[in-house]
Protein backbone atom coordinates (compact mmCIF):
# COMPACT_ATOMS: atom_id res chain seq x y z
CA UNK A 1 0.00 0.00 0.00
CA UNK A 2 1.03 3.31 -0.57
CA UNK A 3 0.42 6.77 1.13
CA UNK A 4 -0.46 10.12 -0.68
CA UNK A 5 0.68 13.10 1.22
CA UNK A 6 -1.13 16.45 1.86
CA UNK A 7 1.34 18.10 -0.87
CA UNK A 8 0.18 15.74 -3.91
CA UNK A 9 -3.51 16.96 -2.69
CA UNK A 10 -2.65 20.58 -3.19
CA UNK A 11 -0.95 19.79 -6.36
CA UNK A 12 -4.65 18.67 -7.43
CA UNK A 13 -6.42 21.54 -6.20
CA UNK A 14 -4.23 23.50 -8.04
CA UNK A 15 -4.49 22.07 -10.95
CA UNK A 16 -7.03 23.66 -14.08
CA UNK A 17 -9.66 21.24 -13.84
CA UNK A 18 -9.93 22.18 -17.38
CA UNK A 19 -6.78 20.64 -18.26
CA UNK A 20 -8.13 17.39 -16.62
CA UNK A 21 -11.30 17.01 -17.95
CA UNK A 22 -9.04 17.08 -21.44
CA UNK A 23 -6.71 14.16 -20.22
CA UNK A 24 -9.74 12.08 -18.91
CA UNK A 25 -11.15 12.66 -22.42
CA UNK A 26 -14.05 14.65 -22.22
CA UNK A 27 -14.30 17.70 -24.75
CA UNK A 28 -14.86 21.30 -23.22
CA UNK A 29 -16.51 23.83 -24.85
CA UNK A 30 -16.90 27.00 -23.56
CA UNK A 31 -17.10 25.47 -20.10
CA UNK A 32 -19.72 23.23 -21.19
CA UNK A 33 -19.61 19.07 -22.40
CA UNK A 34 -21.13 16.17 -22.48
CA UNK A 35 -21.81 14.77 -19.22
CA UNK A 36 -19.79 11.53 -19.11
CA UNK A 37 -22.03 10.10 -16.38
CA UNK A 38 -25.48 9.88 -18.12
CA UNK A 39 -26.28 9.18 -21.50
CA UNK A 40 -25.81 12.80 -22.39
CA UNK A 41 -27.03 14.64 -25.79
CA UNK A 42 -26.87 18.09 -25.09
CA UNK A 43 -24.11 19.60 -22.58
CA UNK A 44 -25.33 19.11 -19.39
CA UNK A 45 -21.94 19.08 -17.33
CA UNK A 46 -20.38 23.00 -16.42
CA UNK A 47 -16.89 23.90 -15.48
CA UNK A 48 -17.15 26.89 -13.34
CA UNK A 49 -14.50 27.69 -10.43
CA UNK A 50 -12.68 24.99 -11.07
CA UNK A 51 -15.47 22.46 -10.15
CA UNK A 52 -17.48 20.58 -12.54
CA UNK A 53 -21.32 19.94 -11.97
CA UNK A 54 -24.07 17.86 -13.89
CA UNK A 55 -27.62 20.09 -14.44
CA UNK A 56 -29.11 16.72 -15.37
CA UNK A 57 -27.98 13.87 -13.26
CA UNK A 58 -26.67 15.97 -10.17
CA UNK A 59 -23.15 14.96 -10.11
CA UNK A 60 -20.79 17.58 -8.87
CA UNK A 61 -17.10 18.18 -7.66
CA UNK A 62 -13.54 19.26 -7.82
CA UNK A 63 -10.29 17.98 -10.38
CA UNK A 64 -10.10 14.95 -7.97
CA UNK A 65 -13.59 13.46 -7.88
CA UNK A 66 -14.34 14.19 -11.72
CA UNK A 67 -10.72 11.48 -12.08
CA UNK A 68 -12.34 9.45 -9.53
CA UNK A 69 -15.70 8.86 -11.06
CA UNK A 70 -14.41 8.78 -14.87
CA UNK A 71 -11.70 6.17 -13.95
CA UNK A 72 -13.79 4.27 -11.51
CA UNK A 73 -11.17 4.69 -9.45
CA UNK A 74 -10.08 5.51 -5.91
CA UNK A 75 -9.22 8.83 -4.22
CA UNK A 76 -5.82 7.52 -3.61
CA UNK A 77 -5.11 6.51 -6.98
CA UNK A 78 -7.16 9.69 -8.65
CA UNK A 79 -4.76 11.75 -6.36
CA UNK A 80 -1.94 9.56 -7.87
CA UNK A 81 -2.84 9.88 -11.53
CA UNK A 82 -3.28 13.43 -11.55
CA UNK A 83 -0.04 14.51 -10.09
CA UNK A 84 1.79 12.12 -12.10
CA UNK A 85 0.58 13.46 -15.25
CA UNK A 86 1.10 16.95 -14.34
CA UNK A 87 4.17 18.70 -15.05
CA UNK A 88 4.42 20.84 -11.90
CA UNK A 89 5.03 17.71 -9.90
CA UNK A 90 8.12 17.07 -8.43
CA UNK A 91 8.47 14.15 -6.26
CA UNK A 92 8.15 15.87 -2.39
CA UNK A 93 11.51 17.43 -1.11
CA UNK A 94 12.48 13.68 1.20
CA UNK A 95 12.92 12.19 -2.27
CA UNK A 96 15.28 13.53 -4.23
CA UNK A 97 17.07 11.94 -6.82
CA UNK A 98 21.25 10.82 -8.17
CA UNK A 99 22.63 10.10 -11.18
CA UNK A 100 25.65 9.23 -10.41
CA UNK A 101 27.01 5.98 -7.96
CA UNK A 102 26.69 6.52 -4.54
CA UNK A 103 28.88 5.50 -1.70
CA UNK A 104 26.23 4.59 0.98
CA UNK A 105 22.78 3.16 0.32
CA UNK A 106 19.91 4.32 2.31
CA UNK A 107 17.42 1.64 0.70
CA UNK A 108 14.66 4.05 1.34
CA UNK A 109 11.21 2.83 1.16
CA UNK A 110 9.47 3.54 -2.48
CA UNK A 111 6.15 2.10 -1.45
CA UNK A 112 4.73 5.66 -1.58
CA UNK A 113 5.82 6.02 -5.29
CA UNK A 114 4.04 3.01 -6.80
CA UNK A 115 1.14 4.97 -7.57
CA UNK A 116 2.92 6.26 -10.78
CA UNK A 117 2.73 2.88 -11.77
CA UNK A 118 -0.19 1.98 -11.00
CA UNK A 119 -2.18 3.73 -13.27
CA UNK A 120 1.11 4.97 -15.78
CA UNK A 121 0.77 8.01 -17.77
CA UNK A 122 1.62 9.13 -21.04
CA UNK A 123 1.96 12.44 -22.48
CA UNK A 124 2.13 13.15 -26.45
CA UNK A 125 5.81 14.23 -25.33
CA UNK A 126 5.98 10.80 -24.20
CA UNK A 127 4.35 9.02 -26.62
CA UNK A 128 6.22 10.88 -29.34
CA UNK A 129 9.72 9.87 -27.80
CA UNK A 130 8.56 6.22 -27.38
CA UNK A 131 6.87 5.21 -30.45
CA UNK A 132 7.64 7.86 -33.20
CA UNK A 133 11.29 8.58 -32.40
CA UNK A 134 12.27 5.11 -31.04
CA UNK A 135 9.86 2.75 -32.12
CA UNK A 136 9.06 1.10 -29.07
CA UNK A 137 6.05 -1.09 -28.83
CA UNK A 138 3.43 0.53 -27.30
CA UNK A 139 2.38 -2.87 -25.80
CA UNK A 140 5.60 -3.54 -24.34
CA UNK A 141 5.35 0.10 -22.55
CA UNK A 142 1.96 -0.73 -21.19
CA UNK A 143 3.31 -4.14 -19.84
CA UNK A 144 6.68 -2.46 -18.63
CA UNK A 145 4.21 0.19 -16.80
CA UNK A 146 6.18 2.73 -17.61
CA UNK A 147 4.62 6.43 -16.99
CA UNK A 148 5.72 10.06 -18.31
CA UNK A 149 4.98 13.53 -17.28
CA UNK A 150 5.73 16.24 -19.45
CA UNK A 151 9.34 16.38 -19.51
CA UNK A 152 10.73 12.45 -18.12
CA UNK A 153 9.65 8.97 -18.51
CA UNK A 154 9.37 7.09 -15.35
CA UNK A 155 10.40 3.49 -15.40
CA UNK A 156 9.95 1.44 -12.28
CA UNK A 157 12.51 -1.24 -11.45
CA UNK A 158 11.38 -4.39 -9.98
CA UNK A 159 12.54 -7.18 -7.96
CA UNK A 160 12.48 -10.22 -9.65
CA UNK A 161 9.64 -11.45 -8.07
CA UNK A 162 7.99 -8.20 -9.34
CA UNK A 163 6.40 -6.89 -6.03
CA UNK A 164 8.74 -4.37 -5.19
CA UNK A 165 10.24 -1.10 -6.18
CA UNK A 166 13.98 -1.07 -5.98
CA UNK A 167 14.76 2.11 -7.87
CA UNK A 168 13.07 4.89 -10.02
CA UNK A 169 14.50 6.05 -13.10
CA UNK A 170 13.74 9.55 -15.02
CA UNK A 171 14.68 9.57 -18.17
CA UNK A 172 14.86 12.97 -19.62
CA UNK A 173 13.14 14.00 -23.45
CA UNK A 174 13.94 16.98 -23.57
CA UNK A 175 16.88 19.26 -25.28
CA UNK A 176 18.31 21.41 -22.33
CA UNK A 177 21.95 20.55 -22.36
CA UNK A 178 22.10 21.48 -17.91
CA UNK A 179 19.34 18.77 -17.66
CA UNK A 180 20.81 15.70 -16.77
CA UNK A 181 19.46 13.06 -19.08
CA UNK A 182 19.03 10.01 -16.34
CA UNK A 183 18.02 10.59 -12.60
CA UNK A 184 18.02 7.70 -10.04
CA UNK A 185 15.83 7.46 -6.85
CA UNK A 186 18.51 8.69 -4.34
CA UNK A 187 19.73 6.09 -2.08
CA UNK A 188 18.81 2.88 -3.92
CA UNK A 189 21.43 0.71 -5.45
CA UNK A 190 21.88 0.79 -8.74
CA UNK A 191 20.05 -2.38 -10.21
CA UNK A 192 19.41 -3.83 -13.45
CA UNK A 193 15.70 -3.22 -15.59
CA UNK A 194 13.42 -5.77 -15.49
CA UNK A 195 14.80 -8.50 -13.24
CA UNK A 196 10.94 -10.05 -13.01
CA UNK A 197 12.06 -11.79 -16.95
CA UNK A 198 14.50 -13.86 -15.01
CA UNK A 199 11.78 -15.93 -13.13
CA UNK A 200 10.23 -16.60 -16.19
CA UNK A 201 12.97 -17.91 -18.10
CA UNK A 202 14.29 -21.48 -18.06
CA UNK A 203 18.25 -21.48 -18.06
CA UNK A 204 18.59 -22.72 -21.47
CA UNK A 205 16.08 -19.68 -22.86
CA UNK A 206 18.03 -16.88 -24.45
CA UNK A 207 18.37 -13.67 -22.42
CA UNK A 208 19.94 -10.16 -24.36
CA UNK A 209 21.67 -7.82 -22.24
CA UNK A 210 20.80 -4.08 -23.32
CA UNK A 211 22.89 -1.11 -22.02
CA UNK A 212 20.52 1.11 -21.22
CA UNK A 213 16.62 1.06 -20.21
CA UNK A 214 15.78 2.07 -24.06
CA UNK A 215 18.00 -0.45 -25.86
CA UNK A 216 16.25 -3.08 -23.31
CA UNK A 217 12.63 -1.43 -24.91
CA UNK A 218 13.86 -2.14 -28.27
CA UNK A 219 15.65 -5.50 -27.50
CA UNK A 220 11.70 -6.16 -26.07
CA UNK A 221 9.88 -4.55 -29.30
CA UNK A 222 11.68 -6.98 -31.21
CA UNK A 223 10.72 -9.85 -29.26
CA UNK A 224 14.26 -10.59 -27.00
CA UNK A 225 13.44 -11.46 -23.44
CA UNK A 226 15.86 -8.90 -22.21
CA UNK A 227 17.44 -6.98 -18.99
CA UNK A 228 19.47 -3.77 -18.80
CA UNK A 229 22.39 -2.47 -17.27
CA UNK A 230 21.14 1.13 -16.82
CA UNK A 231 24.59 2.58 -17.48
CA UNK A 232 28.44 0.32 -17.77
CA UNK A 233 29.52 3.07 -14.56
CA UNK A 234 26.84 2.67 -12.55
CA UNK A 235 26.45 -0.89 -11.72
CA UNK A 236 29.58 -3.35 -10.46
CA UNK A 237 29.90 -6.59 -12.60
CA UNK A 238 29.28 -8.75 -9.54
CA UNK A 239 25.63 -7.95 -8.82
CA UNK A 240 24.68 -8.52 -12.17
CA UNK A 241 26.53 -12.09 -12.50
CA UNK A 242 25.45 -13.25 -9.54
CA UNK A 243 21.82 -13.14 -10.54
CA UNK A 244 22.82 -13.97 -14.38
CA UNK A 245 24.83 -17.17 -13.81
CA UNK A 246 21.78 -19.41 -13.92
CA UNK A 247 21.23 -18.76 -17.78
CA UNK A 248 23.43 -20.03 -20.48
CA UNK A 249 22.62 -18.45 -23.71
CA UNK A 250 23.14 -15.02 -22.92
CA UNK A 251 23.61 -12.07 -25.64
CA UNK A 252 24.72 -8.93 -25.31
CA UNK A 253 24.87 -5.93 -27.79
CA UNK A 254 27.39 -3.09 -26.47
CA UNK A 255 27.55 -0.25 -27.43
CA UNK A 256 30.19 1.11 -30.01
CA UNK A 257 31.89 3.10 -27.37
CA UNK A 258 34.52 2.65 -24.72
CA UNK A 259 32.23 1.92 -21.75
CA UNK A 260 29.97 -0.35 -23.84
CA UNK A 261 33.34 -2.33 -24.46
CA UNK A 262 34.90 -2.10 -21.36
CA UNK A 263 31.63 -3.46 -19.53
CA UNK A 264 31.40 -6.34 -22.04
CA UNK A 265 34.82 -7.75 -21.31
CA UNK A 266 34.35 -7.18 -17.41
CA UNK A 267 31.02 -9.57 -17.78
CA UNK A 268 33.12 -12.25 -20.05
CA UNK A 269 35.35 -12.61 -17.20
CA UNK A 270 32.50 -13.57 -15.30
CA UNK A 271 29.88 -15.33 -17.52
CA UNK A 272 31.65 -17.08 -20.16
CA UNK A 273 28.36 -18.25 -21.50
CA UNK A 274 28.05 -14.62 -23.34
CA UNK A 275 28.11 -13.97 -26.67
CA UNK A 276 28.49 -10.73 -28.23
CA UNK A 277 26.17 -9.32 -31.04
CA UNK A 278 28.23 -6.87 -33.45
CA UNK A 279 26.90 -3.80 -34.01
CA UNK A 280 26.94 -1.98 -37.30
CA UNK A 281 29.93 0.66 -36.99
CA UNK A 282 27.22 3.72 -37.71
CA UNK A 283 25.03 2.90 -35.06
CA UNK A 284 25.83 4.03 -31.40
CA UNK A 285 23.61 1.43 -29.86
CA UNK A 286 20.73 -0.72 -30.98
CA UNK A 287 17.89 1.40 -29.84
CA UNK A 288 19.34 3.70 -32.37
CA UNK A 289 19.90 1.17 -34.91
CA UNK A 290 16.32 0.06 -33.90
CA UNK A 291 14.81 3.91 -34.31
CA UNK A 292 16.03 2.88 -38.06
CA UNK A 293 15.46 0.15 -39.03
CA UNK A 294 12.60 -1.57 -36.53
CA UNK A 295 9.11 -1.41 -37.20
ZN1 LIG B 1 -24.76 14.01 -15.80
Known sequence: MYRITTEMIDIC????ILDIAMRLGIRVDRGKALCPFHDDHSPSLRFKYNRYKCFAC??????????????????VD???????GSAAYLPPATFTYSST??????????????????????TQTARTFLFEK??????????QRISSNHTH??????????????????????????????????????????LPILAALQPTDPLYIAEGVTDCLAMMSRGHNAIAIPSATL?????????????????????????????????????????????????????????????
Not at 13 to 16: G, K, L, S, T
Not at 60 to 75: M, P, W
Not at 163 to 171: E, F, H, K, P, V
Open 13 to 16: RQQN
Open 58 to 75: GQSGDAIRLAQHVLSASF
Open 78 to 84: AVGWICN
Open 101 to 122: AQQTYTHPDLSDYEYIFRQPVL
Open 134 to 143: RKISPQVVER
Open 153 to 194: IIIPYYNVDGTALLTIQWRYMGHDKHTPRFLFAKGCRPQMYN
Open 235 to 295: LRPSDATTLLKRHKNIYMCPDNDMPGTNLYNQLKTMLPNITKIHLPQKYKDFGEMWAEVGS
